[in-house]
């Protein structure tokens, strides 16, 4: 039973490009969270989706990123025009219909704009 | 505002010896609390939760302490290992939101 799967594990862009960040939830879970973890810090919360939902996105910037899980295929976090202060390890995770119980992190991926 | 926070950012202990990593929440509402492990190029793995109608709660090694009074919870580990060295973060869940609080988290060292 694979985990929660993200993609790429690192990912270096130039400042003004885009990121797109995956995640496939672990098999059986219906809910995505996505959590920005700056160095020497805790993780942040940013959103929490459902299939083709977005429930909550009180820690999404209000510009240039977005975040969607559609019906079918992962759930992807977009930035755009990425600048030096996006650099951080980005983790999804994803829970069962249940909620809470059963909250699993993915291994992350390392955004680096240079 | 909402926060949870860590006494101690640093934690260097003997092998063999007990583990204690101490947290602070502010969120009296908070009622699901979870510790996580995380090691250098992973993500954060559950180590052991506990809900606010309990005061402690036993895993294998690890126990958690909650005191609702001083709003404040703890992780112990017995007899520390070298593979429990890691970053230790603590976060909490309240008002039935479906995201978590993490606090900044405590690196455990272990020294031989």
């Known amino acids: 039973n694979a985990g929660v799967m993200q993609n790429p594990r690192h990912l270096v862009r130039r400042r003004g490009q885009e990121a797109r960040l995956r995640c496939s939830p672990m098999k059986g879970h219906s809910h995505v969270y996505w959590y920005r973890q700056l160095p020497e810090e805790g993780l942040k919360f940013m959103v929490y989706?459902?299939?083709?939902?977005?429930?909550?996105e009180s820690g999404m910037p209000k510009e240039r990123f977005s975040a969607e899980f559609p019906k079918e295929g992962p759930s992807i976090l977009r930035i755009q025009q990425v600048v030096r202060g996006d650099s951080a390890a980005y983790f999804c995770a994803s829970s069962p219909p249940t909620g809470l119980y059963g909250y699993t992190f993915g291994s992350g991926t390392r955004l680096t704009v240079v | 505002g909402e926060s949870v926070g860590l006494h101690l950012p640093t934690l260097s202990v003997q092998e063999g010896d007990n583990s204690i990593i101490n947290c602070a929440y502010s969120?009296?509402?908070?009622?699901?609390f979870i510790w996580y492990k995380q090691e250098s190029g992973k993500g954060p793995q559950f180590i052991i939760d506990?809900?606010?109608?309990?005061d402690k709660r036993q895993g294998q090694r690890v126990t958690v302490l909650l005191n609702k009074t001083v709003k404040h919870l703890s992780l112990q580990i017995a007899a520390t290992q070298p593979g429990d060295s890691a970053v230790y973060f603590c976060?909490?869940?309240?008002?039935?939101?479906?995201?978590?609080?993490f606090g900044q988290g405590t690196r455990l060292t272990i020294n031989p």
């Open positions: 976060a909490e869940n309240f008002q039935g939101a479906q995201k978590l609080v």
């Open positions: 989706l459902q299939k083709e939902n977005i429930i909550d």
């Open positions: 506990i809900r606010s109608n309990m």
């Open positions: 969120n009296s509402a908070s009622d699901y």
